[in-house]
């Protein structure tokens, strides 16, 4: 597979978005459209107001299709549930720091089952509580509207996280992914882009767009 850097524009359309009821071939449409990466947002009902989906669907996908798969945890206990989305064919785990777990144990778990690990946080949570990590993730995911839905508003107030979040990089010599989710379309994308994400999940506005290859060529160049 192909070795992802912080310099790549990597679009990742959120499965949240697609028909439910036909899921490999939604997946196939997206790939076939371009993304590079499937974003697949697992909601337990209890750290979110929402229940999605959880291992089994992520490894039917993983199954049927190659392409990279960035697991958004939105549970409560990622640490328990951890080893079966590495099971289920993750390329990417990532987990909020606002989760009851310790997070620092939970990124090295998923580092030494050798695959990409990433941290999470809300709107809400200052850039401050992820700092300690940042020396040990492989991706930032900071989220630019309260997680639990698709089709919510992009929250521009979460641009200074960014910026913070690359200075820092630099600071310290690190190389991990900015990825942005949340409201990501076509006017919202410049912003995160000129912050400094290279990551950029979109549910709606890819998957509910008239034509998808048109929708992620224009994240590609925003
Ligand atoms: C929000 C999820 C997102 C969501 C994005 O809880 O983490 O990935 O699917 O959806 P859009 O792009 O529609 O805002
Ligand atoms: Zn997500």
Redesign the pocket.
């Given at each position: 597979m192909k070795r992802w850097t912080p310099q790549d524009r990597i679009i990742a359309p959120?499965l949240?978005?697609a028909n439910f009821a036909k899921i490999g071939d939604e997946t196939s449409r997206a790939i076939h459209a371009g993304a590079d990466w499937m974003?697949l947002?697992v909601m337990d009902g209890h750290f979110?107001d929402n229940i999605s989906f959880g291992p089994a669907v992520i490894q039917a996908i993983h199954e049927s299709n190659d392409i990279f798969l960035d697991v958004?945890l939105?549970i409560s206990r990622p640490d328990h549930y951890l080893d079966r989305f590495i099971k289920a064919g993750a390329d990417l785990i990532s987990v909020h720091v606002e989760a009851d777990h310790d997070v620092a144990e939970t990124l090295k778990r998923t580092r030494d089952a050798g695959i990409l690990n990433g941290i999470v946080l809300n709107p809400a949570t200052p850039f401050s509580e992820v700092e300690p990590y940042l020396d040990q993730i492989d991706l930032l995911l900071c989220?630019t509207?309260v997680?639990?839905?698709?089709?919510?508003s992009f929250m521009a107030e979460v641009l200074p996280k960014i910026e913070a979040a690359v200075k820092l990089r630099e600071e310290r010599g690190l190389s991990f992914h900015i990825e942005v989710?949340?409201?990501?379309k076509l006017e919202t994308a410049p912003l995160a882009v000129a912050a400094g994400a290279n990551v950029l999940?979109?549910?709606?506005?890819t998957f509910s767009a008239p034509d998808m290859g048109e929708a992620i060529k224009g994240l590609r160049n925003a």
């Amino acid at each position: 597979m192909k070795r992802w850097t912080p310099q790549d524009r990597i679009i990742a359309p959120s499965l949240l978005a697609a028909n439910f009821a036909k899921i490999g071939d939604e997946t196939s449409r997206a790939i076939h459209a371009g993304a590079d990466w499937m974003h697949l947002d697992v909601m337990d009902g209890h750290f979110v107001d929402n229940i999605s989906f959880g291992p089994a669907v992520i490894q039917a996908i993983h199954e049927s299709n190659d392409i990279f798969l960035d697991v958004h945890l939105m549970i409560s206990r990622p640490d328990h549930y951890l080893d079966r989305f590495i099971k289920a064919g993750a390329d990417l785990i990532s987990v909020h720091v606002e989760a009851d777990h310790d997070v620092a144990e939970t990124l090295k778990r998923t580092r030494d089952a050798g695959i990409l690990n990433g941290i999470v946080l809300n709107p809400a949570t200052p850039f401050s509580e992820v700092e300690p990590y940042l020396d040990q993730i492989d991706l930032l995911l900071c989220m630019t509207v309260v997680p639990g839905f698709g089709g919510q508003s992009f929250m521009a107030e979460v641009l200074p996280k960014i910026e913070a979040a690359v200075k820092l990089r630099e600071e310290r010599g690190l190389s991990f992914h900015i990825e942005v989710d949340g409201g990501i379309k076509l006017e919202t994308a410049p912003l995160a882009v000129a912050a400094g994400a290279n990551v950029l999940v979109a549910g709606s506005s890819t998957f509910s767009a008239p034509d998808m290859g048109e929708a992620i060529k224009g994240l590609r160049n925003a």
